[in-house]
């Protein structure tokens, strides 16, 4: 099943227009779930209130959202009213960043991440089932003390879906242990899910006693589709070039054995020179990760990533593009699509 991220860069209502109008598009085109994500000037929760009223029939979820950037209280009454709005469509794709994010962006410790999302997890279940009474949590991150004074409906799922983000051990194994889900990364590769997510995963779900069905696995896969495929590919290894620049990737890149990439990449960085950066990434890297192609090729592409995934979420590459031309490139998804 194939879900779209959909991303405007403009502002003023007009942006929330964009949003609706792309999410209507994807809905009608056969996409199976409409996905919006937040950063540091933007939240997910307004634009996904916003895809609820414009669709009817697709899954909606956030992709990602901070976990740290709200309290579990505050996430489990925005769920429950995103939920309501969406009539039981809700997704909440939870994840950290890096642990400099944390720190720095929200202002909590970046330590342990892993056991932070865990226990978020845990007081989120806890708070979704409000409507049956008192919550109590007393853990290493998290206190809840919370007594309703007036009766609190039940909310549409009875069981909200919460898919985490890993990329490495510790968190794969959290989404194994706790989550519905697990959110991939853009830099996903076949062999790294081969080697690394799957067997993470496992290991969280022996801990927690569940099946391998329990955990639905969600791919990212960036694509840049232009008529000019050489252009394509250059937005494509931009992207590629940031990601490769942090060491959160290291593991990727070193069992692929492109680590002498990596440093060529992470010298261009220091240089700040982002030419350099992105001519440093490899065509096999590029292939690897994402696809760049002409607008009538993209169905057949896609599809090959998909074999690795149960849900493939895709999602436009905006470097070097002006803000009107990025959503022209979410657009040439959803054609392609078709």
């Not at 009608?28 to 996904?48: D, M």
């Not at 799922?157 to 890993?166: F, S, V």
């Not at 440093?263 to 030419?275: F, L």
Request: with cysteine; proline share 6%.
């Amino acid at each position: 099943m194939y879900g779209l991220t959909v991303f405007s860069a403009g502002s003023g209502p007009e942006r929330y227009r964009r949003l609706a109008d792309l999410a209507t598009r994807a809905e009608e085109a056969g996409f199976s779930a409409v996905w919006a994500n937040e950063l540091y000037n933007r939240s997910v929760t307004v634009p996904l209130a916003v895809l609820a009223n414009a669709t009817s029939r697709v899954r909606l979820g956030s992709n990602i959202a901070y976990g740290v950037g709200r309290t579990p209280l505050v996430w489990a009454a925005e769920a429950r009213d995103l939920d309501e709005l969406s009539g039981g469509r809700l997704t909440l794709g939870l994840g950290n960043g890096t642990p400099r994010m944390m720190e720095d962006w929200h202002g909590v410790s970046g330590e342990a991440p892993a056991a932070r999302m865990e226990e978020l997890v845990t007081v989120l279940r806890k708070l979704w089932r409000l409507h049956e009474g008192p919550v109590e949590h007393e853990g290493r991150f998290y206190r809840v003390r919370l007594k309703p004074t007036s009766d609190t409906p039940p909310p549409v799922q009875e069981n909200l879906p919460i898919w985490t983000a890993g990329v490495n051990p510790l968190m794969l194994r959290v989404a194994g242990r706790v989550s519905d889900g697990l959110v991939g990364h853009p830099m996903f590769t076949s062999a790294y899910v081969r080697e690394v997510v799957r067997p993470g995963l496992a290991k969280g779900l022996t801990d927690s006693g569940r099946a391998e069905s329990d955990v639905q696995l969600m791919g990212i896969l960036m694509c840049a589709v232009d008529s000019d495929e050489e252009a394509a590919r250059r937005r494509l290894a931009f992207a590629v070039a940031q990601y490769a620049a942090s060491r959160v990737y290291d593991r990727l890149f070193a069992l692929h054995g492109w680590t002498e990439a990596q440093d060529r990449i992470r010298e261009a960085a220091r240089n700040r020179d982002p030419e350099a950066m992105a001519a440093a990434v490899p065509d096999e890297v590029i292939d690897a990760v994402g696809v760049a192609c002409r607008p009538g090729e993209l169905k057949e592409r896609v599809a090959v990533h998909a074999r690795d995934y149960d849900h493939l979420n895709l999602v436009s590459v905006p470097w070097g593009l002006k803000p009107e031309e990025a959503e022209d490139a979410t657009e040439s998804i959803v054609e392609g699509m078709r």
